[in-house]
């Protein structure tokens, strides 16, 4: 759907990184068939391109690895020329590998944390000056911060980094009157377990986790793009907090 000229996010301007697939895809769809202004990151020319007609011709999808510097920098002046100044910002790129701990090689670790802590961090560093007072960012955290999963060890250090960024970029952003928070989704439907393991094994952990979740389930991308959006325009007197969309998981 093409961007409307009415709607609840009517002339806002959001930028989400790894905005190509999964909830950062259904986030700039809620937020874009709500009125707003989309400029969307991701890696791969063709999920950019498929993305961004998804969204309509309001979207802008930019080419951008969230782990290179220089990727960063040239988004950063990208937005600036297209947008002037935005709204809100939701920094979501981010990667999983599933390696058991004694498996994990030098190679995944730099990996895991470039792409998951780092970029995030300069990310939100270099389109700081570019948010308008009043702003919210977003970092995309994981209960795997709290919860000890196997497999992952890796990827919930580099979550859970971020989890601490979220209160100390709340804090430094504060003067700025810019809030900062994080959403911290559970297990979701958004097909990632499909591209990254064997499909029986992706099915077998499927299973398993929605049996260990309370609510039974996996969650929807919807279910987080609300949440965002929630934490992005609305939870005008929240900084520094955690949202879990999680059924529960990390917290009973």
Same mark, same amino acid.
């Given at each position: 759907?093409?961007n409307?000229?009415?709607?609840?996010?009517?002339?806002?301007?959001v930028?989400? !990184?790894?905005?190509?697939?999964?909830?950062?895809?259904?986030?700039?769809?809620l937020?874009?068939?709500?009125g707003?202004?989309?400029?969307? @990151?991701?890696?791969?020319?063709?999920?950019?391109?498929?993305a961004?007609?998804?969204?309509g011709?309001?979207? #802008?999808a930019?080419?951008?690895?969230?782990?290179?510097l220089e990727d #960063?920098?040239a988004?950063?002046?990208?937005?600036?020329?297209e947008?002037g100044?935005?709204d809100?910002l939701?920094?979501?790129?981010g990667? @999983?590998?599933f390696?058991?701990f004694?498996?994990?090689?030098?190679?995944?670790?730099d990996?895991?944390?470039?792409?998951?802590?780092?970029?995030?961090?300069? @990310? +939100?560093?270099?389109?700081?000056?570019?948010?308008n007072?009043?702003?919210?960012?977003v970092?995309?955290?994981?209960?795997?911060?709290?919860?000890?999963i196997?497999?992952?060890?890796?990827?919930?250090?580099?979550?859970?980094?971020?989890r601490?960024?979220t209160?100390s970029?709340?804090?430094e952003?504060?003067?700025?009157? #810019?809030? +900062?928070?994080?959403v911290?989704?559970?297990?979701?439907e958004?097909?990632?377990?499909?591209?990254?393991?064997?499909?029986?094994a992706?099915?077998q952990?499927?299973a398993?986790m929605?049996?260990?979740?309370p609510?039974?389930?996996?969650?929807e991308p919807?279910e987080?793009a609300?949440?965002?959006?929630?934490?992005?325009?609305?939870? !005008?007197? !929240?900084?520094g907090?955690?949202?879990?969309v999680?059924?529960g998981?990390?917290?009973?």
């Amino acid at each position: 759907m093409e961007n409307s000229a009415v709607g609840k996010y009517a002339g806002k301007k959001v930028v989400i !990184t790894g905005g190509s697939s999964g909830f950062g895809l259904e986030t700039a769809k809620l937020l874009a068939d709500e009125g707003a202004r989309v400029l969307i @990151t991701g890696r791969n020319p063709a999920a950019l391109e498929a993305a961004r007609e998804r969204l309509g011709n309001g979207a #802008i999808a930019v080419r951008s690895d969230a782990a290179s510097l220089e990727d #960063i920098e040239a988004l950063a002046e990208r937005v600036k020329a297209e947008f002037g100044t935005i709204d809100a910002l939701f920094a979501n790129a981010g990667v @999983t590998r599933f390696v058991p701990f004694e498996s994990v090689t030098e190679e995944v670790y730099d990996e895991l944390l470039a792409i998951n802590a780092k970029g995030p961090y300069f @990310t +939100v560093q270099k389109l700081a000056p570019l948010l308008n007072e009043g702003s919210g960012v977003v970092l995309t955290t994981s209960v795997a911060n709290v919860l000890g999963i196997p497999m992952i060890s890796a990827y919930a250090a580099s979550k859970a980094a971020l989890r601490s960024m979220t209160r100390s970029l709340a804090r430094e952003l504060l003067p700025r009157k #810019i809030r +900062v928070n994080a959403v911290s989704p559970g297990p979701i439907e958004t097909g990632i377990l499909d591209r990254s393991m064997p499909k029986e094994a992706a099915e077998q952990t499927k299973a398993q986790m929605s049996q260990g979740n309370p609510m039974l389930r996996f969650g929807e991308p919807l279910e987080v793009a609300k949440t965002v959006a929630f934490l992005a325009f609305d939870a !005008t007197y !929240t900084t520094g907090a955690e949202f879990p969309v999680d059924g529960g998981a990390s917290q009973i």
